[in-house]
């Protein structure tokens, strides 16, 4: 069961032209494509002729022409063309989705489009802004989109999993988290002062002796998740509030289930320092590639041992607080979804 009144992350804006182009959300297949003024609209990849998918046919204008018989759609899904006969027989149309473009995100609405909810598109910001520059990718994960966001609410896994890219002190393993509901979402994070300073930090922050890191984490449900990371020299005041020293990098994780076990993985970084400094571009874009990829091997293993998409019979620890009250507040909202349509 997924969350369905709430807006999914489809395509970063970049990654989607023209179109046709499908795509699965939520198990439904999603045929996207642009307007000639780049409006971006999603229709059901099905033809209501004899089941062609839309994706396979060609915008026409503002329209999509399925490419097997001809059937020519308009944005809301309606039939408008017939070719070879006058009449559009009654009900000719597919569902059309709700898209809105933000944050250089294109956002899908896959539940109730008379609950329609622009406000409820996470603030994201740093995404768009002149004053920051972000590189975002994707991954196609063979894992279960809550698997994803256990893992970027986990502070514990990065000296082990990540030692080679972002962690780097085993301290790290055991510092303490507090972790808070807000609303719509969980925050965890930390401060660890005098730490000793990781690779990819020390390239990107130019020092090299010890330093004091920060990682906040920001759920939001369903699976929105943002994470400003940061470190500077120890003792120059960031955890006071000074951080001209260090420097910080957001990084945005927007989680698309495209099954119960395979995720459209939307992530990317964004920084407001340094900003025409390519190299440093580049730096941080494979650095935070390799970092994410980390993850998703682990995350495609873990998906085929787990077999399921619970995870009963499996022990809690402490670590996993933090992943467990996001976890709980999903499964409220989904459950109070499935009650208010029952
Ligand atoms: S299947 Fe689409 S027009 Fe026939
Ligand atoms: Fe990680």
């Known amino acids: ?168 002190d085993p301290a790290e393993a055991t510092w303490p988290t507090e972790t808070e509901r807000i609303e719509n979402g969980v925050r965890v994070g930390r401060w660890m002062i005098d730490f000793k300073t990781p690779p990819l930090f020390a390239r990107v922050g130019g020092f090299d002796g010890n330093c004091d890191r920060w990682q906040h984490v920001t759920w939001l449900a369903p699976s929105n998740i943002y994470l400003d990371i940061g470190a500077a020299p120890t003792g120059t005041g960031a955890p006071e509030g000074d951080r001209s020293q260090g420097f910080s990098i957001w990084s945005t994780h927007l989680l698309t289930p495209e099954t119960e076990t395979t995720t459209h993985y939307h992530w990317g970084y964004a920084r407001d320092f340094r900003l025409d400094d390519e190299e440093l571009t580049k730096t941080l874009f494979e650095g935070s590639r390799d970092t994410f990829y980390e993850d998703v091997e682990m995350i495609d293993a873990q998906q085929e041992r787990l077999g399921a998409t619970v995870l009963d019979g499996l022990i809690d620890i402490n670590a996993d607080y933090a992943q467990l009250q996001a976890r709980r507040m999903l499964e409220e909202r989904i459950r109070a979804e499935a009650a208010a349509n029952a």
């Not at 597919?94 to 899908?108: D, G, H, M």
């Open 1 to 168: 069961m997924f969350l369905r009144n709430c807006w999914y992350a489809a395509y970063w804006s970049k990654d989607l032209g023209r179109g046709p182009e499908a795509r699965t959300i939520l198990n439904e297949p999603v045929v996207f494509f642009r307007k000639e003024d780049g409006t971006p609209v999603a229709l059901a990849d099905r033809c209501c002729h004899r089941a062609a998918p839309l994706s396979r046919g060609e915008c026409v204008g503002d329209e999509l022409r399925c490419g097997y018989h001809g059937l020519r759609y308009d944005d809301s899904g309606a039939v408008v063309e017939v070719p070879g006969q006058p009449r559009v027989p009654p009900g000719a149309r597919v569902r059309c989705y709700p898209v809105r473009e933000k944050w250089k995100t294109i956002w899908i609405w896959m539940g109730d489009p008379e609950k329609v909810d622009e406000s409820a598109i996470p603030e994201l910001f740093w995404l768009d802004d002149p004053g920051w520059v972000s590189s975002p990718g994707r991954f196609h994960v063979k894992g279960n989109y809550q698997l994803l966001s256990d893992n970027l609410l986990d502070l514990t896994h990065v000296i082990y999993l990540h030692k080679n890219t972002i962690g780097g």
